[in-house]
């Protein structure tokens, strides 16, 4: 199968658990709960999104032709060094498009996976790591995982109704919105009236990294 890039960069982990590790990312194109065009995020299942994640334009994106080639760029960025390698796959969606192949590729080549999903598709085997953040009204399948990262305030949402579900941490993220501060405030009540629950910063945004 071939693979549609938006964009394939190195950074820090931004979100939850694994904050502040040095991790590639690669941001596969297309979601399916929003077209990602600005006419169309009011009517999308998700409309509070932060990414751009249409066509394959940006720094190190583009249409790969099979598995080695992508998980070679993936190597490319990371740079020198076979220690401690760990790609952050996400997107868009990334369960639209990542398959046993590019699994099996970037494993061969050393790499942890993590992966970031809205959780409406089920997760291919052999993910290292799997963050699933639930968005409300959508239908998620995939409710087993590392963390369970919910964006913070959604209408429609209870945080209670995830407690059961097979994660061993959950995260409240503040929504980035017009209304941040806010977001942020509630959601330092909701971690506070509920301990089972950590604050999740985008640490990237605070110190300017992608
Ligand atoms: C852009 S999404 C891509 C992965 C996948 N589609 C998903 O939604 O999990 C990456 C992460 O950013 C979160 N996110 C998206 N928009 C956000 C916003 N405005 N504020 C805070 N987090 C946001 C998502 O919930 C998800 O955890
Ligand atoms: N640095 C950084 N960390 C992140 N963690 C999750 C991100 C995402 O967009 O999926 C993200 C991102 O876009 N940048
Ligand atoms: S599901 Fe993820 S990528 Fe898709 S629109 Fe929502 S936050 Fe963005
Ligand atoms: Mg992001």
Not at 78 to 94: A, K, M
Not at 113 to 121: C, D, L, M, P, Q
Request: glycine share 10%; net charge negative.
């Amino acid at each position: 199968m071939s693979y549609a890039v938006k964009e394939c960069f190195l950074t820090l982990q931004g979100e939850g658990v694994q904050t502040g590790r040095r991790a590639v990312f690669l941001r596969f194109a297309g979601c399916n709960l929003w077209t990602g065009r600005e006419q169309d995020r009011d009517t999308a299942q998700c409309n509070f999104c932060d990414t751009d994640f249409v066509g394959t334009d940006v720094e190190g994106g583009g249409k790969f032709a099979d598995a080695p080639t992508l998980a070679q760029q993936v190597e490319r960025t990371w740079g020198p060094g076979t220690e401690d390698r760990l790609v952050v796959i996400t997107g868009g969606e990334p369960m639209l498009q990542l398959d046993p192949p590019l699994v099996e590729a970037l494993h061969a080549r050393g790499f942890r996976i993590a992966v970031e999903s809205n959780g409406t598709i089920s997760a291919v085997a052999g993910i290292d790591w799997l963050c699933i953040s639930p968005k409300a009204g959508t239908d998620v399948v995939q409710r087993r995982g590392n963390e369970l990262k919910l964006v913070w305030p959604q209408m429609g949402i209870d945080p209670a109704e995830f407690e059961c579900w097979d994660f061993s941490n959950f995260l409240i993220q503040p929504m980035d919105c017009e209304e941040r501060e806010w977001a942020l405030q509630d959601s330092i009540r909701l971690v506070m009236e509920r301990p089972l629950w950590r604050l999740s910063l985008q640490a990237h945004k605070v110190i300017g990294l992608p």
